[in-house]
């Protein structure tokens, strides 16, 4: 039902969330996680059901049952990946979406056969790396 009078609605910083993680799992701190299928923390792959979620704040395993440990993820942001050697992410592609290749790399197509999920926006192409927005 629609309002009829103020509410006080509830509000967190988005920036840093904890995200559960999928089971038998080693996030690295600084590594890109993803969202996987089920909606738990990894990290990133190549695969099409992935959600790009951020950057890692911290190393954490996850050896128990999915959502047994969380992670810190920062989104909200713009971070620095790797470029990847046989797709490389150009000039061209700024502020377009690159893909994910694993957990520090991103390409400038889902290659291969529609094989990659979306990582995010690109901002800046360096020599030693890609601004990707989170």
Same mark, same amino acid.
């Given at each position: 039902m629609a309002l009829s009078a103020d509410r006080n609605t509830p509000m967190k910083? @988005?920036?840093? &969330?904890?995200?559960?993680? /999928? #089971?038998?799992?080693? &996030?690295?701190a600084g590594s890109l996680v993803v969202a996987n299928g089920s909606g738990y923390a990894a990290p990133g792959s190549t695969a099409t059901t992935l959600t790009a979620l951020g950057r890692a704040e911290e190393r954490k395993t996850n050896s128990g049952a999915n959502g047994a440990a969380s992670i810190l993820v920062r989104r909200g942001a713009v971070f620095k990946f790797k470029n990847s050697g046989t797709d490389p992410v150009v000039q061209a592609t700024l502020g377009k979406t690159c893909y994910i290749v %694993?957990?520090? #790399?991103?390409? $400038? #197509?889902? /290659? =291969? @056969?529609? #094989?990659?999920? $979306? $990582? @995010?926006?690109?901002? @800046?192409?360096?020599? %030693? =790396?890609?601004w990707v927005e989170i």
């Open positions: 910083d @988005g920036e840093l &969330i904890s995200v559960p993680m /999928a #089971t038998n799992t080693t &996030i690295y %694993d957990d520090e #790399t991103v390409s $400038a #197509t889902n /290659a =291969g @056969g529609n #094989t990659q999920s $979306a $990582a @995010g926006k690109v901002v @800046g192409i360096d020599a %030693d =790396g890609v």
